[in-house]
């Protein structure tokens, strides 16, 4: 029997009347709609695993005295790739078919369109392979709607068009990754709607997350609550798989009771990989313990363990590199912050293989700011040619773009990245139709950090490594100080771990490579054909919130 971090009342001997079975019997026949599994015909019968039965059985199986659905708000908490998303699209189906409520509504929501329609295209896949689905429900892929005509009943990822429609009456919701709900409304809304049905569900399926402010953290608070016994809530039905906070997150036997998915719909080597590459990079680790072993971690960890960066150092001076290809990211301080210039110079023979350069500038009043903690660090910086300190109490960005445009007669500066923030914007046109620079505006969000986040570390984890530095004291400072946002797998954006800590040169680094990235698969340089352009950030980038450094 799986053994949940926490529990619902019956888990050890859950019912088995005809309503568990029948639910058992119609998620079982559902089919796999991915990989070798669904290749090879398979339904969710032949990998059914124990929590699946136990789950079903409580949830379906538990009745009120005339014979409704007793629980109507259910959370299951556990790491990823264990079934959960399958299992819920099965759960919508089944509101949606088996229910038999004539009418319903049934919901998927999430913190964006795109995770909305994660469990609506498995079921909408399990429509397509099963003929027995096929025969009842109708997909309308145009509308993304399955509905089932003989019930009038409609399966749809929720709109903020759908909250505000009248006679919006969801009976069943599914709320996709609740760690990453960034607000509350949206939730609220859908479970005020839900009053007037017979048996309505609301079900909420996540990982671990890190905001432990959260809506998220607050309801899986309560799930453990009610099943600890200390709240009593009969409609209330929580399942938390995932490792203790406590727990030696390295142990396999940590990881066996944490993932009840492993052997099953997760491979032992791929846990033992990820793990490897946990205890190398800081930021692995805080993703590593909460989607493979659903272990709450803080909201932002530390992204790169300065072993790792010290491995990479090599010797070479920027003299060295005079006539080579380079791109550039330009990251512009406030005033209390740094200004970064820093190069980024793929390897001729070897592209994969680049070489960082870092300018970095300060105002003059920092080094003798009482209350800023490293004024004496950036003076001995100063003093060592590490770093430019302009006079007064600003950055001089005329300071900034002579050395750009230094730098634009001895490499060949092929494009570079640029912060709008501050006066990125006004730089961004200077350089461009003043001196053909080729510009990209670019934004500290997660659309446009994620790709150079994954590829910095990819590189940097070679061996050997294929992002490498000259020791750049300004820059392994910065290194330092940067810690990673991740909320889920495919977002990532570096963020400073204190207050008083800088990573101007880290957020320039990004920006350079980003630019190679971009270039790498292009043949002969893009100064034989290209004019004068000025890319604009992206500003339909739902994640505004930009980097703090």
């Known amino acids: 029997m799986d053994r949940p971090l926490s529990a619902p009342p019956g888990w050890g001997n859950p019912p088995d009347n005809d309503a568990a079975r029948l639910a058992l019997k119609y998620f079982r026949a559902l089919p796999h709609t991915i990989g070798e599994l669904a290749r090879s015909g398979k339904t969710l019968g032949d990998t059914w695993m124990d929590w699946e039965d136990r789950l079903t059985r409580i949830l379906y199986g538990t009745l009120r005295e005339d014979g409704r659905r007793r629980y109507e708000t259910v959370y299951i908490e556990m790491p990823k790739k264990t079934g959960k998303s399958h299992w819920a699209a099965g759960a919508a189906g089944h509101g949606l078919l088996v229910d038999r409520e004539f009418g319903a509504q049934v919901f998927s929501a999430a913190y964006n369109q795109k995770q909305a329609k994660v469990v609506w295209r498995i079921f909408k896949d399990m429509v397509q392979l099963a003929p027995w689905l096929r025969k009842r429900l109708e997909v309308r892929d145009y509308v993304n709607t399955i509905s089932c005509p003989a019930l009038s009943a409609t399966f749809q990822p929720l709109t903020k068009q759908s909250l505000g429609q009248h006679g919006f009456n969801p009976h069943l919701a599914i709320f996709d990754e609740l760690h990453t709900q960034q607000r509350r409304d949206q939730y609220d809304a859908v479970k005020e709607s839900m009053g007037a049905r017979r048996q309505p569900l609301l079900l909420s399926i996540t990982n671990a997350g890190s905001d432990r402010e959260s809506l998220c953290y607050e309801i899986r608070k309560y799930a453990m609550q009610v099943n600890d016994g200390v709240i009593e809530d009969p409609n209330f039905l929580g ?261 008083e800590a800088k990573i101007d040169p880290v957020v320039a680094a990004l920006m350079a490579l980003d630019r190679s990235m971009r270039h790498e698969d292009e043949g002969g340089s893009v100064y034989d054909h290209r004019g004068v352009r000025v890319l604009g950030a992206d500003e339909s980038d739902e994640e505004t919130e930009t980097v703090e450094a």
């Open 239 to 499: 399942l938390i798989f995932g490792a203790e906070e406590d727990d030696d997150w390295t142990d396999p036997e940590v990881w066996k009771r944490a993932n009840p998915g492993i052997g099953v719909t997760v491979r032992l080597e791929k846990i033992e990989q990820g793990c490897r590459e946990a205890q190398q990079l800081p930021s692995a680790q805080n993703s590593f313990r909460r989607w493979q072993l659903s272990q709450w971690t803080r909201t932002a960890e530390r992204w790169i363990d300065m072993a790792l960066w010290d491995r990479a150092r090599r010797e070479y001076a920027e003299e060295d590199l005079i006539g080579r290809t380079c791109y550039g990211g330009l990251d512009l301080g406030a005033v209390e912050d740094l200004t970064a210039w820093l190069k980024a110079f793929p390897d001729p023979d070897n592209p994969e293989l680049v070489r960082l350069v870092c300018h970095a500038w300060c105002a003059e009043s920092r080094l003798k700011d009482a209350s800023n903690p490293y004024a004496e660090q950036y003076a001995a910086w100063a003093r060592a040619g590490w770093l430019h300190v302009c006079e007064g109490a600003v950055i001089d960005y005329a300071d900034v773009r002579t050395q750009i445009l230094e730098d634009l007669e001895r490499y060949e500066l092929v494009d570079m990245g640029v912060d709008t923030q501050f006066q990125g914007h006004q730089l961004m046109v200077e350089l461009a139709e003043d001196h053909g620079i080729t510009v990209a505006g670019m934004r500290t969000t997660y659309s446009q950090m994620t790709a150079p986040c994954d590829e910095f570390e990819r590189r940097l984890m070679m061996d050997p490594p294929k992002i490498v530095h000259d020791g750049n004291p300004v820059l392994a400072w910065a290194v330092s100080n940067t810690a990673l946002r991740n909320p889920d797998p495919d977002r990532k954006r570096p963020v400073r771990d204190t207050k």
